[in-house]
């Protein structure tokens, strides 16, 4: 029940301003449909992995969705670089800059 929660919480605070954050920047990126393929096939895999982290462990689950939702952790920190499309999509993110960034 608690673990239930926690996930619920951390989806709405980190899970989904991550995947707005990753459309915004690929959009802002003009980056070619296979990036926006490979963006969703990164979150796809990416999203039950970070949400079982956070049932797991309560701690960095609240200091990375503060973090992310103020802005102090970057969303491609909580990608894995190994998993499908995410090198490419962490390849792009990088190369463009994120809401408040010149």
Same mark, same amino acid.
């Given at each position: 029940?608690?673990?239930?929660?926690?996930? @619920?919480?951390?989806?709405?605070?980190?899970?989904?301003?991550?995947?707005?954050?990753?459309?915004?920047?690929?959009?802002?990126?003009?980056?070619?449909?296979?990036?926006?393929?490979?963006?969703?096939?990164?979150?796809?895999?990416?999203?039950?992995? +970070? +949400?079982?982290?956070?049932?797991?462990?309560?701690? $960095?689950?609240?200091?990375?969705?503060?973090? +992310? @939702?103020? !802005? $102090?952790?970057?969303?491609?920190?909580?990608?894995?670089? @190994?998993?499908? !499309?995410?090198?490419? +999509?962490? !390849?792009?993110?990088?190369?463009?800059?994120?809401? !408040?960034?010149?």
């Amino acid at each position: 029940m608690f673990s239930e929660i926690i996930a @619920s919480v951390f989806s709405m605070f980190l899970i989904e301003p991550l995947q707005a954050e990753v459309a915004e920047r690929v959009a802002a990126a003009k980056a070619p449909t296979e990036i926006a393929l490979a963006s969703q096939e990164c979150l796809t895999t990416q999203a039950p992995r +970070l +949400l079982e982290r956070a049932t797991n462990e309560v701690g $960095w689950a609240v200091s990375n969705a503060v973090g +992310l @939702s103020i !802005g $102090w952790t970057d969303p491609t920190d909580l990608l894995d670089k @190994s998993a499908p !499309g995410c090198a490419q +999509l962490i !390849g792009v993110l990088n190369e463009t800059p994120g809401e !408040g960034e010149a």
